[in-house]
């Protein structure tokens, strides 16, 4: 665990601005829905691990980690951006407030989800993980054209 959180930490660090170049032409819902694709990527490549050797796992796992930071690199200024441009005005601060809170719920939520799924089988948070991913994906994909209407605040 520790050299994947190392990785991620790395990559993370030092791509920021890289991952912002490079999505810089996608609206943000398009950005967004990238960064859902190679979640759904990440959670399949690690769902998969359980048939890779255990000589090869860690350098497997830390491949895989690739697609996570670079998801969470594409996702974390679009997310914010939108957030803020998706208000009225007047609703800014509420808005942005809620969108923290959803983090919040979610990493009090999520020990359970994945402890419930695990009991049903190694593979099967990481499945369920790429299932809701996608269909969030899906989600903001749809919203694209509503949403790059409302894209006031340039990242």
Do not use: C
Not at 20 to 31: D, E, K
Not at 95 to 117: D, E, G, K, R, W
Not at 145 to 152: F, G, S
């Amino acid at each position: 665990m520790g050299p994947l959180l190392t990785a991620n930490m790395i990559l993370l660090a030092s791509g920021q601005a890289l991952a912002v170049r490079l999505v810089r032409p996608l609206s943000r819902a398009r950005g967004l829905a990238l960064a859902g694709v190679l979640w759904v990527a990440w959670a399949l490549v690690y769902a998969a691990a359980l048939r890779v050797p255990a000589a090869a796992l860690v350098p497997y796992l830390l491949l895989g980690m690739i697609f996570y930071a670079a998801a969470d690199l594409i996702h974390a200024p679009l997310s914010n951006a939108l957030s803020a441009a998706a208000a009225p005005p007047a609703q800014r601060g509420r808005y942005l407030a809620v969108y923290q809170y959803s983090f919040a719920f979610a990493n009090i939520l999520a020990p359970t989800f994945f402890t419930a799924l695990h009991a049903r089988g190694p593979a099967v948070p990481w499945l369920a993980l790429a299932a809701l991913a996608a269909v969030a994906t899906t989600a903001i994909w749809s919203l694209n054209d509503p949403l790059k209407a409302r894209e006031k605040i340039k990242i």
